[in-house]
């Protein structure tokens, strides 16, 4: 019984670790995905579609992002709301 259990907890663990699901999430939350919209939000021109499309990937990532002193300057701004209202994503209240 003990073996059985030991085999099964492996068995979960490596599902976990295999799984698409955690595998994207874990890509999905990295600022540096948001790069295609640095010539919008620090130029304030209008942002691309990859851009757009970006922002709404980790959209529940941008608290997180606002939050952390190295890109809070960056996304924190009136650029970067007027990127995300181009885009359809509202900006977060966090």
Known sequence: MGMLRLLMCIMLVVVGINSPFSAKAAAICNPIQLSPCATAILSST???????????????????????PRLQKFINTPNARKVADTCGTPFPTC
């Open 46 to 68: 209008a942002p691309s579609e990859t851009c757009c499309g970006k922002i709404k990937e980790q959209r529940h990532c941008l608290c997180n992002y606002i939050h952390n």
